[in-house]
C-alpha cells in the first residue's frame, strides 16, 4: 500500500513542506524508517533522534532544520499533536485489528505450507503465513496477518497477536505471549487512559524463548529480538526494546520500554533495567543488578543500583568491614566521652578550689 505525502496531509490535517507527489509505503519510528516511509519528531530538542534515519518524511510539530543531520531532503508535515497524527498514519498503513472471537481451527485466508504440521487445536488467524516445516503445536492462538519462517516450533499454548513476524528455526516454550500490548498511559482528568499501541513484534532467526515470556508490541514500529538470543522463562520485555544478536537473558529478567542492548550481551538472574537503557556490546549483568545508567560494553557490572564490578567490589569490601568499624566507633565514642568528662571535671576544679578558699578567708 502507497500513500502520497499530500493524502497524508489532508489525512492528519496538516501543514506539508515538500513534494506533495512523493510517495510514501509505510510509517515507523526514525531507527525502523525506510527510504519510502514516513516518521516522526515529537518535540524539536531531540532532532538527534533522527540522525541516521532514511525517513522520506517528518510528522513534527514545528518546522525545524534537518540538514544538520543530514535528512535535509526529507518532507516535513507539521501539525498540532505529532503523536495523534502519527498514530493515524500508522493506523492507516497497519489497521488495528479488531478484538473479534476467532473462529476454530485455521481462516481460509490463512497461507500455510504444505510441509508445516498445525495441530487440531490450534486457532490461525486471517491473513497468517506459516512457511515449511513449522510445527504448531495445541492450543497455540496466531492473530491475524502474523507471518512465522521455516523450520520454526511453537509449544502449548503459544499466543502470538496480530502482525507478528517470526523469521526461520525460531523455538517458543509453551505459554509465551508475544505481542501484548505496552504498559503506557497517558493521565487525562485523573483517569489512566491507554497510549498508542499499534506497533508489533519482531523475532529474528534461530531464537530460542522460554515458557511464558512476554514480549510487549513496540508504540509505532518494532519491539525486536536479535539474531540467535536465547531467553530463559519467565522473562518480561517491554515495548520498544531492542535485544540485539545472540544475547542471553536468564529467567525472571524485566526489561523496561525503550531499552536497547548490543550484540552478546547476558543478562543474569532477575536482572532489571529501567527505560531507555542502553547496553553496549559484550555486557554481563549479574544476578538481582538493577541498572539505572547505560553501560558501556565489555565489563561486568554488579549491584543495584548496577557499577562496574571493581567498584563494586570496594563497596563491599568496604560493607563487610561495616560491624568492625561500628565496634570501633563504639569503643571512640565510650573513649570520648570519658576524655570529655576528665575535661569538664579540670576545667570546674579551679572554680571550686577559689570559692573554697575565699569561705576560709571570710571565715
Not at 487512559?193 to 499499534?198: E, I, K, S
Amino acid at each position: 500500500m502507497a500513500m502520497q505525502l499530500g493524502d497524508l496531509a489532508r489525512l492528519v490535517e496538516g501543514r506539508l513542506n515538500g513534494n506533495a507527489d512523493t510517495p510514501c509505503t509505510g510509517a515507523n519510528p526514525p531507527r525502523d524508517a525506510t527510504a519510502t516511509e514516513i516518521t516522526m519528531l515529537d518535540d524539536p530538542s531531540r532532532l538527534e533522534s533522527l540522525k541516521g534515519s532514511q525517513a522520506t518524511a517528518v510528522v513534527t510539530r514545528s518546522e525545524v532544520d534537518l540538514s544538520v543531520i543530514g535528512l535535509q531532503n526529507a518532507a516535513q508535515l507539521i501539525v498540532d499533536d505529532p503523536h495523534q497524527a502519527f498514530a493515524k498514519i500508522v493506523s492507516t498503513f497497519r489497521p488495528p485489528i479488531e478484538a473479534r472471537v476467532p473462529a476454530a481451527g485455521i481462516d481460509s485466508n490463512a497461507e500455510i505450507h504444505n510441509s508445516a504440521e498445525v495441530h487440531p487445536t490450534a486457532t490461525i488467524g486471517m491473513g497468517v503465513s506459516i512457511g515449511a516445516r513449522t510445527r504448531i503445536m495445541p492450543g497455540v492462538s496466531i492473530a491475524p496477518f502474523t507471518q512465522i519462517g521455516e523450520d520454526c516450533l511453537l509449544h502449548a499454548n503459544v499466543t502470538l497477536y496480530e502482525y507478528t513476524i517470526i523469521s526461520d528455526r525460531v523455538i517458543i516454550h509453551a505459554g509465551s505471549v508475544i505481542g501484548g500490548h505496552g504498559f503506557g498511559y497517558r493521565q487525562e482528568a485523573g483517569r489512566h487512559l491507554p497510549t498508542a499501541q499499534l506497533g508489533y513484534v519482531v523475532i529474528e532467526s534461530d531464537v530460542e524463548l522460554g515458557a511464558s515470556v512476554t514480549i510487549d508490541r513496540g508504540t509505532y514500529g518494532a519491539t525486536r529480538i536479535g539474531e540467535g538470543t536465547k531467553i530463559d522463562n519467565q522473562v518480561m520485555i517491554a515495548h520498544n526494546c531492542r535485544i540485539g544478536k545472540h544475547n542471553l537473558l536468564c529467567s525472571q529478567v524485566g526489561i523496561a520500554g525503550s531499552c536497547t542492548t548490543g550484540d552478546y550481551v547476558i543478562l543474569a538472574g532477575q536482572v532489571g533495567l529501567k527505560d531507555h537503557i542502553e547496553l553496549g556490546d559484550g555486557t554481563i549483568v549479574a544476578a538481582q543488578a538493577g541498572v539505572m545508567d547505560n553501560c558501556p560494553g565489555n565489563q561486568v557490572y554488579l549491584g543495584s543500583p548496577a557499577t562496574t564490578q571493581r567498584d563494586q567490589m570496594q563497596i563491599i569490601a568496604v560493607q563487610r568491614k561495616l560491624p568492625e568499624m561500628r565496634r570501633e566507633m563504639k569503643q571512640l565514642r565510650r573513649e570520648l566521652n570519658r576524655l570529655t568528662e576528665l575535661t569538664s571535671a579540670a576545667e570546674a576544679a579551679p572554680v571550686d578550689s577559689q570559692v573554697t578558699t575565699q569561705d576560709k578567708r571570710a571565715a
